[in-house]
């Protein structure tokens, strides 16, 4: 198992077995005292709750614990979580995007959606997340305390980006190791959900380009409904105005590679990735170059697809939803371009001591 496996390339039936792979060998059977038919039917049951997005679809949950696990075992981080931490941190990974429809926290909000009405326009997809994983968990018996899965989930709201990058830099700072209480042991678990989750552009090349294809894929299709809803369209999305080379290299400088420094000085073998994230610098300035500025995925640009998408799907998740107060509400794009206000810095740490 490396990081170089492409979950892309898996039909599902040989997923959910590569999944059911991961969960054993980090015994999280054995832990959560469950058996593997038990969560072969909730992952199945987790696979039919994802919609068929471009990027955020059960496969992109699926890489995130393909990367958790490499992270855990490879780069050591396994050691300093309790085996009901890494229960539930991949839980929450496999779980993290659940219900996502596609058009992020920004868009809910601008066009006043149902989803925004309920959840307050405060995390609006990752407290729907949050609900419909409790939902599934309950109908399937396998967890009861669900704190820290909230917690992980809602922390992977965009918005919370540079509170967590703070606080890599706060734990680097605190003792290691034995030393690390359970409430530091909590904050490193979110730390690494988020690393894993925008892991993209510290993967090898072709896996990569994969994944960009299909996140500007989505952004582009969020910018072209802006457009025809007579709404400004979110920083990133305009296919007139950006590229996807010129897309991947500000998410990568301003977001990532930050991020993923700070990592490497808890996680020194995650330095590793630092030289794959140059090399696919590299590869972006090149593009960038011979793509002058018209958009690089045009409406009929034909861009990678997981393996067995299915392609025709209602929604099934409407009789799931539920109003609950979770707060924040922010995107992906948001955090492309704008640091952190303080604003986003008390509410952040409201909210994510709120569950
Ligand atoms: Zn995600």
């Known amino acids: 198992m490396t990081e170089e496996l492409n979950v892309l390339d898996y039909r599902r039936t040989d997923l959910y077995g590569h999944l059911l792979g991961i969960f054993t060998k980090l015994n999280i059977l054995s832990t959560l005292n469950i058996t593997a038919s038990q969560l072969l039917d909730f992952l199945i049951d987790v696979d039919v709750s994802y919609h068929p997005t471009p990027y955020h679809s059960f496969y992109h949950a ?10 855990l075992n490879e780069l050591d981080a396994k050691h300093y979580l309790t085996n009901k931490q890494i229960a539930v941190l991949m839980i929450s990974a496999i779980c993290h995007d659940i219900g996502h429809p596609g058009f992020n926290n920004d868009f809910q909000t601008k066009t006043k959606s149902d989803l925004a009405s309920y959840y307050h326009n405060q995390s609006i997809l990752e407290s729907q997340s949050i609900d419909i994983t409790i939902d599934l968990l309950r109908k399937h018996s396998l967890l009861d305390e669900t704190d820290l899965l909230q917690d992980l989930i809602l922390a992977t709201d965009m918005a919370f980006h540079y509170d967590l990058l703070e606080d890599v830099n706060q734990l680097e700072e605190e003792t290691w190791s034995a030393g690390w209480n359970d409430d530091q042991r909590r904050r490193f678990a979110r730390i690494l959900l988020h690393a894993a989750d925008i892991s993209n552009t510290v993967r090898p090349w072709p896996i990569s380009k994969q994944w960009s294809d299909l996140i500007v894929r989505e952004f582009f299709r969020q910018g072209d409904a802006e457009k025809t809803a007579g709404l400004t369209v979110s920083t990133g999305m305009d296919r007139d105005l950006d590229t996807q080379a010129s897309i991947s290299l500000r998410f990568t400088e301003g977001i990532v590679q930050p991020y993923f420094q700070s990592l490497a000085t808890l996680l020194p073998k995650a330095r590793r990735w630092l030289v794959a ?15 002058p500025l018209a958009a690089s995925l045009g409406h ?3 861009v990678s697809m997981p393996a067995g998408t299915i392609t025709v799907l209602s929604n099934p998740l409407q009789h799931l939803i539920k109003p609950v107060r979770i707060m924040r509400t922010s995107s992906h794009s948001t955090a492309l371009v704008s640091p952190p206000s303080s604003e986003l810095k008390r509410s952040h740490s409201s909210s994510l001591r709120h569950s």
């Open 62 to 71: 699926a890489d995130i614990v393909v990367i958790l696990y490499y992270m």
């Open 277 to 291: 994230l140059e090399e696919n610098k590299v590869h972006w300035q090149d593009l960038k170059a011979a793509t």
């Open 300 to 302: 009929d640009t034909r």
